[in-house]
């Protein structure tokens, strides 16, 4: 740390917290936030979310014993104050650097962290196979799970919480309300009556008032349940988690420690077979006026300056791709009137607020719903209208079975925009886009294209918007482009058709997507070498553009596809292809550069692709290893 601090100096494991007083919890608290806003100012990343449960996290590791006791927080946003209380302060500032802590949970990475997230509304289910898996071995541990008003709302979460109330198991979900008004704002009343409502009293009166009715007639018995949830649901708010069959608790003040404390070792020590509910409400950005005045309250941020809240952000004279994809769809939609825009959740990372601004009717935000976004996409696409779902590569993951089902079967128009292609740096492989390309292109009745720079993207959205009879998908990674002249719209490519971009000898490279420079230095440095390769740019990997590459396995000698995703993809059809025509019977050397099957920890995205070997020193060593060339290239550190 570069402060010094009265407590937080002294606490390296929450063991440490314990030795502390209410009151001196409340100044570590403060001097946790601190530390935080310090921190990610150098760092960046996450800061609004972790700002907001500060409280939250020094009464949970006060309250229970982690990590004996499991602590489980949905996404990962939120846990740098945890990771800070948990072993990890002396690294806090490796956050999101390569080797240094992941940005999220991660088993790995710490006892602390029991289950690993960096996808929304998991927290629930997998805590409750962890309180399962407890009762099942016999063991009294508790089992806490963190999740967000967002996160709740995703169709998962819903899921787990039917599932956790019909088990008869005990866990704590703690709902972290920091925007969405689930109840009438918290009061003095609230916090008075949860704290009544999570003891030892109210429990056993509960109990016993049901043994006393259980001994008259069931229509009573009936009458007196509902009389009781009728009650309980009028102060509490709780209606709909009383449902699920989850014992609701609040709202109450997150902030509020004398509040938190006791309503948590309530909970702690009631021994129930159901889930218990507690709600709190929380200010994300707490603590750090910029962050609480700024329309994302800091979500994820650059590096910063503390005093003026202004971020560091790097300077580019070329366009972000995100920003080529909304600005043309935007020129699309002001000239086609069934353009629609869907996001799930993400519209800023997409570039859907922009579309948004200019037809906020026809721009639709599902929430943390990819599922659901894509079926409905697919619902519009019926009726004549011509979707576009942005989606980042990673969370289109968790739609495959709406892609497949109710858009590739039924050969509807849905156009997918997949951002977030490729390796992604400091989110690490948990925000990686590595398997759109498998996925995709397997399926039959879709076009699947990724382009070499931001003129080739404006060429397939302008492609896509006449695409009406199947869908289509264009995969782009984040950042910038690499600064050429965007076409008009009317620019379009033939479908299924590459390009030829150098004319060599004896070996070509094919290159799917965003890899194209580097393609380009490997081709200029070998040709410093004697040797003269061809370049292709594949534009599609479905349909393949079998006439193209025919005629390029007949002229050379060695062919070698080059793609950011995983086995599968784009060279596995290149290679299925050759394989089926007999081009690979007449002494044609066939080799396929993909991301290698691993995951990649996060990093600088350009050393995470030295190391994934998709860099134009690697295209260098595997065609001259190919080859058989002796020719020597040192390695540099």
């Known amino acids: ?113 029991p289950f690993g997230a960096a996808h929304s509304s998991t927290s629930i289910s997998s805590a409750l196979g962890i309180a399962v898996a407890n009762k099942l071995s016999n063991k009294s541990n508790n089992v806490i799970a963190v999740i967000g008003d967002g996160a709740i709302s995703a169709g998962m979460a819903y899921e787990a919480m039917n599932n956790a109330g019909t088990s008869k198991t005990k866990m704590i979900v703690i709902l972290n309300d920091n925007d969405m008004s689930i109840a009438k704002p918290v009061g003095a009343m609230r916090s008075y009556l949860a704290k009544i409502l999570s003891g030892k009293i109210y429990f056993s009166l509960r109990e016993t008032v049901k043994l006393i009715i259980s001994a008259f007639s069931k229509r009573f018995s009936k009458k007196a349940g509902k009389a009781e949830d009728f009650i309980r649901s009028a102060f509490t708010g709780g209606t709909l988690f009383s449902s699920l069959g989850f014992y609701y608790v609040g709202p109450i003040d997150g ?57 560091e952000k790097s300077k580019s004279n070329t366009p972000a791709y995100t920003k080529v994809f909304a600005n043309t769809l935007i020129k699309h939609a002001e000239k086609d009137s069934k353009i629609v825009g869907i996001t799930a959740a993400m519209p800023s990372g997409t570039g859907m607020d922009n579309f948004g601004d200019k037809f906020p009717n026809r721009m639709f935000d599902v929430g943390i719903a990819e599922q659901h976004a894509v079926t409905f996409a697919a619902g519009l696409a019926t009726e004549g209208y011509k ?15 709406q892609i497949v089902h109710d858009v590739a079967i039924q050969s509807l128009p849905v156009r997918f925009a997949i951002d977030r292609a490729g390796l992604v740096g400091a989110d690490g492989p948990t925000h990686a886009g590595s398997f759109d390309i498998t996925y995709l292109a397997t399926l039959p009745n879709f076009i699947v294209m990724a382009p070499s720079d931001e003129a080739e993207l404006v060429k397939m959205i302008n492609t896509s918007v006449d695409i009406n009879d199947k869908p289509s998908a264009f995969r782009y990674p984040r950042g910038n482009g690499i600064g050429v002249e965007l076409p008009s719209l009317d620019e379009k490519l033939k479908i299924g058709k590459g390009r030829i971009i150098k004319e060599g000898k004896n070996v070509v490279l094919i290159n799917f997507g965003a890899r194209l420079r580097e393609c380009l230095v490997a081709q200029e440095n070998l040709k410093k070498k004697g040797i003269n390769i ?43 292809l050759l394989s089926e025509k007999n081009l690979l019977d007449n002494n044609l050397k066939f080799r396929s550069m993909i991301l290698p099957d691993r995951f990649i920890d996060h990093d600088k995205p350009d050393l ?15 065609i001259l290893d190919a080859l058989n060339a002796k020719i020597i290239i040192k390695k540099t550190n």
Do not use: C
């Open 1 to 113: 740390m570069t402060k010094s601090y009265k407590y937080l100096d002294k606490i390296n494991f929450p063991s440490d917290i314990k030795k502390l007083s209410r009151a001196d919890l409340k100044i570590l608290s403060e001097e946790l936030r601190q530390e935080i806003i310090d921190v990610v100012s150098e760092t960046g990343g996450h800061l609004g979310a972790g700002l907001g449960v500060v409280e939250l996290t020094v009464a949970l590791h006060y309250t229970f014993d982690t990590p004996n006791d499991k602590l489980i927080w949905d996404v990962g946003h939120q846990t740098y104050p945890h990771k800070i209380l948990t072993g990890r302060k002396d690294r806090i500032r490796t956050l999101r650097k390569g080797n240094g802590l992941s940005g999220f949970t991660k088993r790995s990475e710490s006892e602390y962290d």
């Open 255 to 311: 902030h509020d420690l004398d509040v938190l404390l006791p309503v948590l070792n309530n909970a702690k020590e009631i021994s129930v077979d159901m889930p218990i509910m507690i709600h709190l409400k929380t200010k994300k950005g707490k603590g750090y006026k910029f962050a609480e005045i700024s329309s994302d309250k800091f979500h994820g941020v650059s590096k910063f300056n503390v005093k003026t809240g202004i971020q």
């Open 387 to 401: 979707p576009y779902a942005a989606i980042y590569s990673t969370f289109l993951q968790r739609a495959y079975d």
């Open 534 to 576: 061809s370049l292709a740019d594949a534009r599609f990997a479905k349909p393949l553009d079998e006439n193209l590459i025919w005629q390029l396995a007949a002229d050379h000698n060695l062919l070698i596809t080059i793609e950011e995703g995983s086995v599968g993809g784009f060279g596995s059809h290149v290679s299925q």
């Open 608 to 622: 995470m692709y030295k190391y994934a070997g998709l860099d134009s020193q690697a295209i260098e060593t595997k």
